[in-house]
Nanobody, 126 residues
Framework: VQLQASGGGLVQAGGSLRLSCAASGRTLSSYDMGWFRQAPGKEREFVAAVRRSGGSTPYADSVRGRFSISRDNAKNTLYLQMNSLKPEDTAVYFC????????????????????WGQGTQVTVSS
């Protein structure tokens, strides 16, 4: 499966953005999906994940209550709605997919995912 992330941009603190991840090559319903982000000089970190059924949506503590992950399998697209953005949310955001069925504890791990999109830049100004 090929993944294409989009929707990033420059936004003021407190603003919102919605990221999209379009899948091609295979139907998205065959994959558990996740969002990760990487800030300059830092490791890539988990943001949120969702099972192929749409259930079990873990979030990183830093985004819980502000970000919401969803998917539309009919449109072959994964979303990340980001509200109340903060400067520390500035990063390149990546979507990822795996054909394996993840247990909850492994949904947050980079090594659980086999396919990655190219990333989309999100910059939050103060």
């Amino acid at each position: 499966v090929q993944l294409q992330a989009s929707g990033g941009g420059l936004v003021q603190a407190g603003g919102s953005l919605r990221l999209s991840c379009a899948a091609s090559g295979r139907t998205l319903s065959s994959y558990d999906m996740g969002w990760f982000r990487q800030a300059p000089g830092k490791e890539r970190e988990f943001v949120a994940a969702v099972r192929r059924s749409g259930g079990s949506t873990p979030y990183a503590d830093s985004v819980r209550g502000r970000f919401s992950i969803s998917r539309d399998n009919a449109k072959n697209t994964l979303y990340l709605q980001m509200n109340s953005l903060k400067p520390e949310d500035t990063a390149v955001y990546f979507c990822a997919a795996t054909g394996g069925r993840l247990i909850l504890s492994t949904m947050t791990l980079k090594r659980s995912y086999d396919y990655w999109g190219q990333g989309t830049q999100v910059t939050v100004s103060s």
